[in-house]
């Protein structure tokens, strides 16, 4: 979307552009190589200025979400001169309509536009020669308008018109063609839909990042949900509408929340911030689902701090009853790794079993039949350490 060229005096010219944000890069190196040009012919560099603009946003009959964040591309430099004339623009012969002006450069006031004649004449010689274009000049001191044929110009005023209007005219030829070009249209993901299908996965199948899914040859969580959510099926969309959106409406609430001081706090308050997503983000959407979880297991461990206490005796199997899995923490060591897994029982008492192998998630239920190993306390926590559990379907 071109809109119409604009001046603010008869010394600027400005151009204007509403264009999607991947187009700002093509549109500098546009403008840096007119400028090179400018630099060998005498003329004053443009400058561009990029800002944000509205964003684009719609939705198909079938659901698709396109998306395209915009931006207002804006270009400002002196209007082209030669010696002390700017260049108003010029009187260009057309075979049908005759004499037509193109005073495109907004040097003119509204009067001197009217008063421009519409003929082939040049003020510099006098005479009507079969020309092709005359162009229209105004000094830059006086304000007087002339209009000089092509090879008049150079005696009139000291410099040749052909590079200068040539190089302005393309540059804005060039600006245009690389606006007209610019691709319009990304597909987008709602938010919510990437979240809910995160936590139907991870609730199934537990949450594996791209690089653990590298590392054990695997899928991640989001290469699932990219296998469905560009062609939504009946059964991913039922796995959509069978979670909760209030749940996932916390997690959005909370990622709203985050801290945009670290690298990971920056990138999702840009992406939440727009309700939708690209298909390189699906990734760091379904993290949020795993992050807000493990929040949440984070403060009900700092609640344990107020209520649990050591439990069974140790040294004999005591029935915890029914247990919850709120914490996995995975260490290596010189024996292959561990994972430090943490349950709460329903009384609210922190207890603690080191394993080579466990097989279940956050937030697993399960009853617990295990040995009391010690009573111990960590950071002011009393917790009950156990080993060899019994676990059996609550």
Known sequence: MTTATTTTDTATTVLEWTLPASAGEDMRNQLAKANRKAAKIGQEPYVMTITPAETIRYIEPDGEVWFEQMITVRVTGDVPRVGDYYVAGRVDLDDVAGPVPNLDNG????????????????????QNRNRTRVYVLKDASTGRVVQVGTACVELYTGVS???????HRKMKEDLDAEAAGATYGVRAYLVSDVVKLAAHYIDRHGYVSAREAECERTTSTATLIRSVIDRPTPASRAAMAEQDQATADATIAWAQTLKADTEYGAKV?????????SWSSIGIVASLVISYRRELERRFVEELRRTSKHVGAKDTRYDFGTVRIVDIRVFDNAYGGFSRVKLVDAAGNLIVWKTSTCKFNIGHKANMVAYVKQHSEWQGTKQTDIIRPKFTEA
């Open 107 to 126: 040097v003119l006031t509204p009067d001197e536009i009217t008063a421009v004649r519409l003929d082939m004449d040049c003020d510099h010689c006098g």
């Open 161 to 167: 018109i052909s590079p200068v209007d040539s190089w």
């Open 269 to 277: 308050a840009a992406i939440v911030a727009q309700d939708v997503c």
